[in-house]
């Protein structure tokens, strides 16, 4: 099996208020080194074995741009991990 795990966070341009509530959070409780929080959804799929690098790409590509991602509002990119058989 492949582990496929999926960062999708908002592009520079798009307020992202709740990052922002978490920012002011942290200055509140002391933690003034903080310059900047990002917040976003984190996804793990997992895919059955037996597709090429290049196939797994391609679909992965297709599936965070239907439907994970949102294409005017956000970034994504995702890491590609082997996973150890269950037994």
Same mark, same amino acid.
């Given at each position: 099996m492949?582990?496929?795990?999926?960062y999708?966070?908002?592009? /520079? @341009?798009i !307020?992202n208020?709740e990052?922002q509530a978490?920012? @002011? *959070? !942290?200055?509140r409780?002391?933690y003034?080194d903080?310059?900047?929080?990002k !917040?976003? /959804?984190y996804?793990?799929?997992?895919?059955?074995d037996?597709? @090429? /690098?290049?196939?797994l790409?391609?679909?992965i590509n297709?599936i965070c741009?239907?439907?994970l991602?949102?294409?005017n509002m956000?970034?994504y990119?995702?890491e590609?991990?082997?996973?150890e *058989?269950?037994?």
């Open positions: 492949t582990l496929v795990k999926v999708v966070t908002y592009k /520079k @341009s !307020l208020p990052a978490v920012h @002011s *959070a !942290l200055t409780l002391g003034n903080i310059n900047d929080v !917040l976003g /959804k996804f793990e799929l997992t895919v059955a037996g597709k @090429s /690098k290049a196939d790409d391609q679909e297709e741009d239907k439907l991602a949102n294409y956000e970034n990119h995702y590609i991990a082997e996973t *058989a269950a037994q």
